[in-house]
């Protein structure tokens, strides 16, 4: 194993931990101990570091990929939507809805934006409370190593785990491909399954089920949908198509933009209802949102009666979408020649068009697991196992994911700081 710049550099930033060798190889490091291990080094899982070391304790962070904060450079298209001022617990998914509550307001996103102006990351609004760096995301992973540094924290990547003990003194034991370390409390902020080519595992799931936690049922959330069948063919030549609607399933609605590809549709709305829809669902699209259609379609046929419907809906709708609507869905003709009835059927048709999804893309491109360690077995104040002292589980390995635009970053923090602040009290 070879251990990177960043691990070495924050391993020398502390004179109790033994320096990350630089050579190549598989050189293991003697045991050493610490007052806390995390395992992944992701948003979650530094910011609880962080919040531990500031207050003293002596804590070590590992992870089996090649550098930290794959999913923090990645995202946000690379500027990294790190935060929503309008986070509230109703923007959660949770078998407990309430689990979240505390975290949240103890760390919100005021905390987090003052760290980032504390930096001098300049960021700004995209809509709907997302703030995005207006440069770089590798800016706050910068920040999130930086404060590390300043903490004393040990960060180690390359770093792969062969096992992990508790003993009867309370202490957690575990052996990694860079030696065997010890510590009273130990943190999981492995991420859950969401883009396994980026390194995402089922090891917290697993290691939450070795001390008996019950692992409720995982999923990909945030995740475009896929089309088989008459839709698929009507559709997958509109690949790239983008329109605004409003996606309705189970009682819940997001208005945003679709877009349609080549295995079927995306886009931030269709990936909000994606968390909420399963197979069989029926999920229903509002292709005109905020426009009372009948009412449209009654004032097109007292003004312009000769104009075809097709037509029309092209000025309102992308005109390859209106097009093969009225090739499939709707009959086009002269608006003069549709009746009453006629006209309330297309407009009920366009507010709620039943689109018949087959399945997701899957983990692949999914930007969240939901499910995960059930909350049932954690203290929502301190993410500590109610079976397990010193044993804490945090981020999206936990049973609560947020919506998309910043959610899922801001449980990160809050949840890190609730699991950093309370081992170190």
């Keep these: 194993m070879r251990c990177s710049t960043t691990s070495s550099t924050w391993s020398a930033a502390r004179s109790a931990a033994t320096p990350c060798p630089r050579a190549n190889g598989p050189e293991r490091v003697s045991e050493r101990d610490f007052d806390a291990i995390v395992i992944g080094a992701g948003a979650a899982g530094l910011m609880c570091a962080i919040a531990a070391g500031q207050r003293g304790l002596r804590v070590l962070v590992l992870d089996h990929a090649n550098k930290v904060g794959k999913k923090i450079l990645m995202s946000g298209g690379g500027r990294c939507n790190f935060t929503n001022t309008g986070t509230t617990p109703a923007n959660y998914l949770s078998a407990n809805p309430h689990f979240c509550k505390s975290a949240l307001a103890r760390y ?73 370390f010890s510590a009273l409390a130990l943190v999981v902020a492995s991420g859950g399954l969401s883009i396994p080519s980026m390194g995402a595992s089922g090891f917290g799931y697993q290691l939450a089920k070795q001390f008996g936690h019950e692992v409720l049922p995982t999923r990909a959330g945030l995740v475009p949908l896929t089309l ?179 959610y899922n970053f801001q449980w990160a923090w809050a949840s890190g700081h609730a699991a950093g602040t309370a081992i170190a009290g």
């Design 108 to 180: 919100t996103p005021w905390h987090f934006i003052e760290l980032v102006e504390r930096h001098g990351i300049k960021y700004h609004e995209k809509e709907l409370g997302q703030l995005f760096c207006d440069e770089s995301s590798k800016l706050i992973v910068k920040l999130l190593l930086d404060e590390c540094a300043a903490a004393g924290v040990d960060v180690r990547t390359h770093c792969s785990i062969e096992q992990v003990m508790h003993g009867d003194s309370g202490e957690f034991r575990l052996r990694t491909s860079q030696g065997s």
């Design 228 to 406: 088989t069948g008459k839709h698929a063919e009507r559709l997958q030549e509109l690949a790239g198509v983008s329109l605004p609607v409003e996606a309705r399933c189970n009682g819940t609605s997001f208005r945003n933009f679709m877009l349609v590809t080549h295995r079927g549709i995306s886009g931030p709305s269709i990936l909000q209802i994606s968390s909420y829809w399963q197979p069989g669902d029926d999920l229903r699209l509002d292709l005109l949102p905020g426009i009372d259609i009948e009412a449209q379609l009654q004032e097109w046929q007292a003004s312009r009666r000769d104009a075809e419907l097709k037509t029309l809906l092209g000025e309102v709708l992308p005109k390859r979408f209106a097009q093969r609507l009225c090739e499939h869905w709707i009959a086009s003709k002269p608006l003069r020649q549709y009746n009453a009835p006629e006209l309330r059927g297309i407009a009920e048709l366009l507010s709620s068009w039943p689109l018949v999804a087959s399945g997701t893309e899957g983990y692949r491109t999914a930007e969240v697991t939901l499910g995960g360690v059930d909350t049932d077995g954690l203290s929502s104040s301190t993410m500590m196992s109610r079976h397990v002292p010193g044993l804490y589980f945090i981020g999206e390995v936990v049973d609560v994911t947020g919506w998309l635009g910043g």
